[in-house]
């Protein structure tokens, strides 16, 4: 168990819909990011937060977005989802801004149908 | 874009047997590599980490080796066990980026015949 947790683990919702995945981070840890990882597409960095604000953006889609909250925990918010959206979400956290270390979630299994 | 590209899509080892998993990155400014190994239905998981001012790093039963003149890296496993069986990813990120994004590679599935 790395700590992190990640709920729901699985979700299945249609197209056009709206859903929140979210993440606890290990105790302790101030950044939390989250990754996409599909067949294709390998693990994308999609945004990292750290302490409450956002500190790098990677391949993130305009009807995606995230926030972390004051008391850490984080929320990836997907809108407007299509189908080729359905992946895996992980969030991982580690201690400090620049991560020697990152501890990932079980993820969330989206799928859209 | 910046890729960090693995070799190899599948290597098959016999129980044993040392393994071999190999790594190319693009980026010459990336600073930290991390080999993360991923079991099936969970998430990646550290494995080890090296920094550009080394070229070999050894944990338990594994060594990760940096060739910075080639942009190669490499995770080598010893006696590799059916419990290595897996899906191993190398990253790698700058230091100095003031971030701590992870660029992966594609993974390579390592599969442990008995």
């Known amino acids: 168990d790395s700590g992190v947790t990640q709920t729901p683990k699985h979700l299945i919702t249609a197209t056009g819909q709206r859903v929140t995945l979210r993440c606890s981070p290990r105790s302790g840890d101030l950044s939390v990011y989250w990754y996409q990882q599909s067949l294709d597409q390998g693990l994308q960095f999609l945004i990292q937060?750290?302490?409450?604000?956002?500190?790098a953006k990677g391949n993130i889609l305009e009807r995606f977005s995230a926030q972390q909250f004051p008391d850490l925990h984080s929320e990836l918010n997907l809108s407007s989802l299509e189908l080729g959206d359905s992946a895996l979400y992980f969030c991982?956290?580690?201690?400090?801004?620049?991560?020697?270390?990152?501890?990932f979630g079980q993820g969330t299994r989206l799928t859209v149908v | 874009g910046e890729s960090v590209g693995l070799h190899l899509p599948t290597l098959s080892v016999q129980e044993g047997d040392n393994s071999i998993i190999n790594c190319a990155y693009s980026n010459s400014a990336s600073d930290y590599f991390i080999w993360y190994k991923q079991e099936s239905g969970k998430g990646p998981q550290f494995i080890i980490d090296?920094?550009?001012?080394?070229d070999k790093r050894q944990g338990q039963r594994v060594t990760v080796l940096l060739n910075k003149t080639v942009k190669h890296l490499s995770l080598q496993i010893a006696a590799t066990q059916p419990g290595d069986s897996a899906v191993y990813f190398c990253a790698e990120t700058q230091l100095s980026g003031n971030t701590g994004k992870l660029i992966f590679g594609q993974g390579t599935t390592l599969q442990v015949k008995p």
């Open positions: 090296i920094r550009s001012n080394m």
């Open positions: 937060y750290y302490n409450g604000e956002e500190r």
């Open positions: 991982a956290s580690s201690v400090g801004l620049v991560r020697s270390e990152a501890f």
